[in-house]
């Protein structure tokens, strides 16, 4: 059965959207300024001073840490049901999950170091991230293998003595751009012999340890997501103590499945949000603008690409609670069908109606004058993180047929 967000959760949207109506929406200008000006001096690698000012004022709001489902010392606390509409508020300005602690890759990998990490791991690094005093970076993806497979991955994590020497490549470690970004989760094969699923590990390697180069930024359709970037990072003989090993060794697949759960559905949430913003774009540009003489919204085209807008985002939306309440009250493993669905519906959902904002804004809509090319740039790249469509539509279709095989016997 559908349950819906408690009254906690309503009354945390109503304050998130004062927020954005007095902090946000105000200042994406200044947010694209800043970043220009950095780009033309040539440091756009650095912090947004926007958004270290505006964390503050949010701490200061009770408006920080929203996502963690666990609570730890006083932080956190709320399910997945309950975060979802305030993610889906977060979705609609690119850089505003950072504000609020909420921003990934850092919500992933705190809910990672909270469900594996042991006390001293949680002491070192998950307190100054909760804290906003420091950034991570999650290096799973490699250049190098087709990495929807994580089997795949071929880092290598040897151990020698009290130390693992890890040598790789790895790239789209989203994150790892900013200079805040003290930690990595490098995920890797301690043991290639081992069965397919036991072989491979995850380590915490600190960025400044000798052997990390971050190699290059990586660009998505153009932009290149700066100051949290999508870099290209080589380990050269990185060495790190075996104690900064996460859960144990062969167990890096296991943290991956817990890890990538609420990373899906959260990239989801965000989607609706980016998609609920470009129909408001779009009704609001096909009501001003004047052609064939009558405004756009009167042509029945667009009638029914507004009506199928509604029904699509309304759709993920129902079908995003619903996976987030499995997740709340059965765990991620058995609602890995409903995760794997949304991340399906939601980008592809998003993907259509940014792209029908954008025809409605003719070439305003793919220039740098509206919001709609980059959301585009986004939605589409989220179609291919954290496992691509074709990967979880055969989980979907495996799961159906196990199904029907098991009401057979």
Not at 318 to 323: F, I
Request: net charge neutral.
């Amino acid at each position: 059965m559908l349950a819906f967000p408690s009254d906690r959760s309503h009354e945390l949207v109503e304050r998130l959207n004062a927020f954005f109506a007095e902090h946000i929406y105000p200042n994406e200008a200044r947010a694209h300024q800043e970043l220009h000006a950095n780009r033309m001096a040539g440091n756009v690698w650095q912090p947004l001073k926007l958004v270290e000012e505006l964390k503050v004022v949010a701490r200061k709001a009770g408006l920080w840490n929203m996502f963690l489902p666990h609570p730890y010392k006083g932080q956190g606390g709320i399910s997945n049901l309950d975060y979802a509409p305030l993610c889906e508020v977060m979705g609609r300005v690119s850089w505003s999950g950072e504000v609020f602690n909420c921003s990934a890759p850092d919500t992933g990998n705190m809910e990672t170091l909270e469900r594996y990490g042991s006390d001293a791991q949680k002491e070192q690094w998950l307190e100054p991230l909760l804290d906003g005093r420091i950034r991570s970076a999650f290096l799973m993806t490699e250049p190098a293998v087709a990495s929807s497979d994580a089997t795949n991955i071929q880092c290598s994590i040897r151990r020698e003595g009290d130390h693992y020497v890890i040598n790789g490549r790895k790239w789209f470690s989203s994150g790892a751009g900013n200079p805040n970004c003290a930690i990595f989760i490098v995920m890797g094969k301690t043991d290639p012999d081992a069965p397919r699923h036991a072989q491979q590990s995850m380590v915490l390697v600190p960025r400044d340890t000798p052997g990390v180069t971050v190699l290059r930024p990586l660009t998505v359709f153009g932009y290149d997501d700066a100051p949290h970037g999508h870099m290209e990072v080589v380990l050269d003989n990185v060495r790190v103590p075996v104690e900064n090993i996460l859960l144990g060794e062969g167990r890096g697949f296991e943290i991956a499945q817990g890890r990538l759960g609420p990373g899906r559905i959260h990239h989801c949430m965000r989607s609706i949000g980016a998609a609920e913003r470009a129909l408001e774009m779009m009704v609001d540009r096909l009501q001003q603008r004047i052609a064939f003489g009558g405004p756009l919204s009167a042509q029945s085209v667009w009638h029914e690409r507004i009506a199928e807008s509604r029904c699509m985002i309304d759709q993920a939306r129902l079908l995003t609670l619903n996976a987030a309440h499995r997740m709340d009250t059965v765990g991620n493993k058995v609602a890995k069908a409903e995760i794997a669905m949304i991340k399906v519906v939601a980008p592809n959902m998003s993907c259509k109606v940014v792209d029908w904002a954008i025809q409605a804004h003719g070439a305003a809509g793919v220039s740098q004058d509206t919001w709609l090319a980059e959301a585009y740039a986004h939605q589409r790249t989220v179609r291919i993180v954290d496992g691509p469509d074709e990967v979880h539509r055969n989980a979907i279709a495996k799961i159906e047929l196990a199904k029907r095989a098991a009401a057979r016997r």
